[in-house]
């Protein structure tokens, strides 16, 4: 490969290796907001930053799409980003950990949800048992805290 070429190639990695580094930055950003919103209870907060963290997502996919060709071309240019690649790839495992963290969050919730909606309804969360005829049966309080 010629040198000219060569350095276009490496300048072309390491500029989409830097627009990755600045859209993963962006994503750790919204995933705490998300957190944030997640706390808060704020629904139109946690709208906001899921597109935003779904652009995002979106974005590192197709960045990435055009590193794997650029490497693929040479393995040379793929040495270059080694140190980038590095922070990078650090980066995106802090952004994995907050998804989880936040999607733990969202579990959590739920299950607080799902009981207090057991408790108002005097529905047990069992899923029932099958009677000697067949039908299911499910667990009821013997007195419903609230009814409809």
């Not at 590193?67 to 922070?87: C, F, G, M, Y």
């Not at 299950?111 to 029932?128: F, M």
Request: hydrophobic letters at 40%.
């Amino acid at each position: 490969m010629t040198p000219p070429l060569q350095a276009e190639l490496d300048s072309a990695l390491q500029a989409i290796v830097a627009d990755m580094r600045a859209a993963t930055m962006q994503l750790i950003l919204v995933l705490d907001e998300e957190r944030e919103a997640l706390i808060q209870a704020d629904a139109e907060a946690l709208n906001r930053s899921g597109e935003a963290k779904q652009m995002l997502t979106r974005r590192l996919e197709q960045l990435d799409a055009e590193r794997l060709h650029l490497s693929a071309a040479s393995a040379q240019t793929a040495r270059t980003v080694d140190p980038a690649w590095s922070e990078l790839l650090k980066n995106l495992t802090a952004c994995r950990d907050k998804n989880q963290r936040n999607g733990a969050l969202v579990g959590q919730r739920l299950l607080q949800v799902r009981r207090a909606l057991s408790v108002l309804t005097g529905n047990g969360s069992d899923s029932g048992i099958y009677g000697h005829s067949g039908t299911l049966h499910i667990g009821h309080r013997s007195l419903p805290l609230a009814e409809a």
